[in-house]
């Protein structure tokens, strides 16, 4: 990708939890982007969002399946620094080894 983070093996993932108001703990879904060739979709800087359920089901994915739930990636994504092209995750100078 154009920023300070190398995909090059995997494109970024995210794991969730979810909490029920009785405390009890489940898996939450898995969140995915891809970086897409230029022109994909420059509304969300041409990234391709998908959510994976616990069940292995996909929820949505940009382009695909459910592609409308997927609209609402962008109001946090596209927030991002410009330079950081959408990835929330810290630059490497900043991870603890
Ligand atoms: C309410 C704001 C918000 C929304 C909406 C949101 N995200 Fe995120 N996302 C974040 C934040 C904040 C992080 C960084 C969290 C961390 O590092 O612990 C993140 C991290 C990620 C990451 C890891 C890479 C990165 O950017 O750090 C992926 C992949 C991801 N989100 C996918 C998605 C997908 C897919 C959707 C829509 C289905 C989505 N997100 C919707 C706020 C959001």
């Known amino acids: 990708m154009k920023a300070f983070l190398s995909f090059a093996e995997s494109p970024p993932a995210k794991d969730s939890f979810?909490?029920?108001p009785d405390r009890k703990m489940a898996?939450?879904?898995l969140f995915l982007m891809q970086e897409m060739l230029v022109g994909f979709n420059k509304d969300i800087l041409d990234?391709?969002?998908?959510?994976?359920m616990p069940d292995g089901t996909v929820f949505g994915a940009t382009g695909g399946r459910n592609s409308?739930?997927?609209k609402f990636c962008r109001e946090c994504h596209n927030g991002a620094a410009p330079e950081q092209d959408a990835?929330?995750?810290l630059p490497e100078?900043?991870?603890?080894?």
């Open 18 to 20: 979810t909490v029920s």
């Open 27 to 29: 898996v939450g879904p």
């Open 47 to 52: 990234w391709k969002y998908t959510m994976i």
């Open 68 to 70: 409308a739930a997927m």
């Open 87 to 89: 990835v929330m995750l």
């Open 93 to 97: 100078e900043s991870h603890v080894n």
